[in-house]
Each structure stands twice: as structure tokens, then as C-alpha cells.
């Protein structure tokens, strides 16, 4: 029996490290989201609140949604509040993971039909002229960057209809940190392509709307929406996280209790008048929810409207949706008369929309739990470099170490050599870009705050990776040394940058499947 050595100590550590770093990531991975989902509680009075509350009671369709909520149950949908409305009365409501009526969630871009409700506004009071107004008239005494034909063209609608051509380059869904006024960044940008012809989901130009609106009416846009939208809706304590201009984000950042969500949609079904006051204007709610899509536009990323989009809302054949990050939903039914809100941790954003179409369509496609969706994208990709990787290795242990092996090594013990090798590099990999999804998540939801959740783990994240890439070449050694008792002593300028770059590049692809799975749901 051969010693364990150190080597083998040091690679054992790190399997057992990557093990229990995985047991932990998966324990806390919700507490990252459940975090910064909210700002923690608010003053919320629901004694004077506006709403009419009548839980349990029966009501048209109940049976229907009764099923959507048993179903939501057997899934184990990660919902942190469901409240739906029905004939203007709240007839279910539901909190989960220690979240209460009173919790601030961070409703990301439903903030854009908010914003779209407050333009509706300043329309009503004449502060717009026009949705068809070019952009540039209303800041008459600036210049921009990157003028051009199409730059001329802009007007409020393109930024309403997702359609104002502005160039990031690169997709704008995610919003990327920006220094200074996000506004302002927009209004800079070179304009690709001609307004109205290419729909991108922009969560940067809706913060224009906010700047014109803030110059239009000499208030700041959370006075503006305090007096105007806000307070008439009875909505409290509203907060808005702003840009380091101070000016409110227009596409995302409004958190506010899920009752108050779904007061949008229900102001909306009733024609823009809450508890009789009139907020905003019947027109303007008939205009920004029906699909102002033409039917010639052109799309260039993959967040695509699966039906048609409107004002600054999703719009669908029955009803329309005010959707964020997350499954943050305010779906709103004219026809039937229901606003359904959800406010969740679904990354992949798929969980609320099946579950509506449950109502819509009496069935629904399946939803996978957000990390399971992950690890069933990520397993094609996986088998893929394994494969290549034991076919390198393969390849180095039967042509590069061709004169130190014993020629009567059968073909099936090289295979079986390059197989173990590549496996523990895969595998491990995999445990690895996991955590590493984990500490960047932590990074990039805790900026906002100034802090991070879990700076340790990041710090672990780190050294694992440099103890791993290290354990991976460690691993070859003593692996080729059991098996064909080989050295690979004098190969190390060539193992050594194979190691270093097969898990940078493992690390890399596993990564990219997760942004590309949280993009692609992001609207």
C-alpha cells in the first residue's frame, strides 16, 4: 500500500474544502437573494391602506386559482409574497420566508411601469407635449455626445416602446454600473440604429424619462411621484435608490411593499382612479398597455416580448404584466377582473408566468427550481469537456510520454488513466465556478448597500481557486505515478499552463451559462 504523501494530503484538503463549500453555497444561496430582495420593513398601516380585504372569501374563478396555489405548493416555488385582487378586493394573500405585508422587495423593473405611469402624468398635466416629442427639445441647452441623423430622431415614445436604438455596446438588460447621471451616460451614447426599427430591452433610457420629468416640473422625481402617485395611492415610504447624480433609476430600483405593488395594477384596471380619484388619465392607461409593437421590428439580443410590449409593460392577448428581476410580477386581467402579485427568488423567472398560465390555459409548462435549471443547462457542456479533456489526455499520455510507458500498456488503461484525470478536473471545476457564482452574486447585489453578505466566502473563493489550480497538476502526478508509475517531473511547462488553462477556461463557460440563463430571463 502505497504512503499518502503530502501531495495527497493537499489534494485531499481541497476536495473536502470544494465539498464543503458546495454544502454551504447551496444552504445560503437563497439567503443572497432573500437579502437583497428587500430593504427591510416599513411603516405600512393596513387598517388605512385602501383596500378592501375579504380573505377566504368566495369569489368568481376561485376554484381555478385555488389549483394555481396547490400547484405553487407542490413545486416549492420560492415566492416570498402572492397576493391576488379580485373585483377590487384582496381575496388571498400569502407571506413566506419570515416576510410580512410590511416587507420593502426590491420590485427591480416593475419600477419601469412606474414609470411609465408617471409620464402618463406628465402628459395629463402638460409638462410633455407629446409622446411623439424628440427628447432633445426638452434639454434645449445641452450638447451631446455622438450626434448623428439617427440621434435626431429620438423621441419619448422610442424610450417608452424599447425602441430608441441607443448603442451600449454590449445588451443593456442588466443595466451595468455607470459613473454619474445614468441619464445623462444614455444621452451620450451613439444611436446604431434607426428609432423605432430595433426593440432592445433597455433598463438604461427609461432613467431619461425620470430626468425630463424632474426638469419639466423643477420637483425631483421623488417628490414629483410622492405627490402625484404615491400619496393618492396611499403608498408610504417609498424608496427609490438613485444614481450617483441623485436622480431615481427610471428602469429598475423601486422597493415597495407587495400591497403596493399591486396597486398599479389595480389602478390600472380601473381605468387610472383609486378609491375614486382620478390619478391618471383613462387614455393614457388604454395607450401604454396595448402592444405598440410593428410587426417589421427587428430584434438584436435574446430578451425578446413573447407576445407584444407596450408603454413600458409586457403586453399579452388577455392582460398585461409589470415584470422584474426575479419574478417580481403585478399581472393585471381587465377582462376577468384580477390583479395577480408576485414577489419571489425565481432566477429563472419562469415559476410566475407558468403558474398564471395555469388560469390562462388550464395548463403550464414546467418550471425547474433555479439551480436545478443551471445544473441541466450546464450538463452538455460538462460531458463536453470531459471528452476533450481525456482525449488530451489521452493524447499526452500515448504520444508525449510514448518512450516512459511500458509498451505493454493496454489502450483501455490510458483511456481509463485520462478519464479519472479529466474527471477530477471537470467535476471539480464545476463544484468550484459554483461558488464562484456564489461570491459574485454576493458582490454584485451587495455593491448598492457597501458591503457584502459573505466577504469571507469570497476570500475562500479565492485561494481555492489558486490551491485547486495548483491540486489539479498535484493530482496528474500523483494519478500518473499509481497507475504507470511515471513522472511527469520534466513535463511541467506543459502540464502546468494545460491546468492553468483548462479550469480558466471551464470556470469561464460554466459562468457564462449562468449569465447567459439570468439574461435571458431577466425581462
Known amino acids: 500500500m502505497q ?30 437573494f432573500s437579502y437583497y430582495e428587500d430593504d427591510g420593513e416599513k411603516i405600512y398601516d393596513l387598517e388605512s391602506d385602501g383596500w378592501s380585504v375579504d380573505i377566504g372569501s368566495q369569489y368568481d374563478m376561485k376554484p381555478e386559482f385555488d389549483q394555481m396555489f396547490l400547484v405553487m405548493k407542490g413545486i416549492d416555488y420560492p ?17 413566506y420566508n419570515d416576510f410580512t405585508y410590511n416587507t420593502k422587495f426590491n420590485t427591480y423593473s416593475v419600477t419601469k411601469s412606474f414609470t411609465s405611469a408617471l409620464v402618463g402624468i406628465a402628459l395629463d398635466q402638460g409638462l410633455i407635449g407629446s409622446i411623439d416629442d424628440l427628447i432633445w427639445g426638452y434639454f434645449p441647452n445641452q450638447t451631446f455626445d455622438n450626434d448623428s441623423p439617427n440621434k435626431q430622431k429620438v423621441a419619448i415614445k422610442h424610450l417608452l416602446m424599447m425602441t430608441s436604438g441607443f448603442d451600449y455596446g454590449g445588451d443593456p438588460t442588466l443595466a451595468p454600473t455607470v459613473e454619474g447621471s445614468r441619464a445623462e451616460y444614455v444621452l451620450n451614447r451613439p444611436v446604431e440604429y434607426e428609432p423605432g426599427t430595433v426593440w432592445v430591452y433597455d433598463s438604461q433610457a427609461p432613467s431619461v424619462l425620470l430626468e425630463i420629468i424632474e426638469s419639466q416640473s423643477n420637483m425631483t422625481i421623488d417628490e414629483f411621484a410622492t405627490e402625484y402617485l404615491f400619496d393618492p395611492l396611499q403608498i408610504k415610504n417609498a424608496l427609490w435608490t438613485k444614481d450617483e447624480s441623485d436622480l431615481a433609476f427610471g428602469g429598475f430600483g423601486l422597493y415597495l411593499a407587495p400591497r403596493d405593488m399591486a396597486k398599479l395594477g389595480q389602478l390600472y384596471l380601473q381605468g387610472g382612479v383609486w378609491n375614486g380619484e382620478r390619478i391618471v388619465s383613462e387614455s393614457w392607461v388604454n395607450e401604454s398597455t396595448t402592444d405598440s409593437m410593428d410587426s417589421d421590428v427587428e430584434f438584436v439580443y435574446s430578451t425578446v416580448p413573447t407576445e407584444g410590449y407596450g408603454y413600458l409593460w409586457w403586453i399579452y392577448e388577455d392582460y398585461y404584466v409589470a415584470s422584474g428581476l426575479h419574478g417580481q410580477r403585478v399581472i393585471v386581467n381587465p377582462e376577468q377582473d384580477y390583479v395577480l402579485t408576485f414577489t419571489s427568488l425565481d432566477v429563472t423567472q419562469s415559476g410566475a408566468n407558468a403558474l398564471h398560465q395555469l388560469i390562462i390555459e388550464g395548463e403550464a409548462e414546467p418550471w425547474r427550481k433555479p439551480m436545478n435549471e443551471f445544473y441541466i443547462r450546464s450538463l452538455p457542456f460538462f460531458g463536453l469537456f470531459l471528452l476533450i479533456l481525456t482525449t488530451m489526455n489521452y493524447g499526452f499520455l500515448n504520444y508525449g510520454l510514448k518512450s516512459k510507458i511500458n509498451k505493454n500498456e493496454e489502450s483501455l488503461d490510458l ?14 471545476t464545476y463544484l468550484l465556478t459554483l461558488s464562484i457564482v456564489f461570491s459574485v452574486l454576493d458582490i454584485y447585489f451587495g455593491t448598492p448597500r457597501g458591503f457584502m453578505l459573505f466577504p469571507k466566502f469570497q476570500v475562500i473563493t479565492l485561494l481555492t481557486l489558486l490551491a485547486f489550480t495548483v491540486g489539479t497538476v498535484l493530482f496528474d502526478k500523483e494519478w500518473l505515478d499509481h497507475r504507470h508509475s511515471l513522472s511527469i517531473t520534466g513535463m511541467l511547462k506543459f502540464v502546468v499552463p494545460r491546468a492553468v488553462v483548462s479550469v480558466i477556461g471551464m470556470i469561464i463557460i460554466f459562468f457564462s451559462i449562468y449569465l447567459k440563463m439570468v439574461a435571458e430571463y431577466s425581462a
Open 3 to 32: 504512503k499518502i504523501n503530502n501531495n495527497r494530503k493537499f489534494i485531499a484538503s481541497v476536495i473536502i474544502l470544494l465539498f464543503l463549500m458546495t454544502i454551504y453555497h447551496n444552504i445560503y444561496f437563497d439567503k443572497i
Open 79 to 95: 415566492a416570498n409574497s402572492v397576493i391576488l385582487v379580485k373585483n377590487g378586493t384582496i381575496v388571498y394573500e400569502e407571506y
Open 415 to 428: 483511456i481509463f488513466t485520462s478519464f479519472v484525470s479529466s474527471f477530477f478536473v471537470t467535476f471539480l
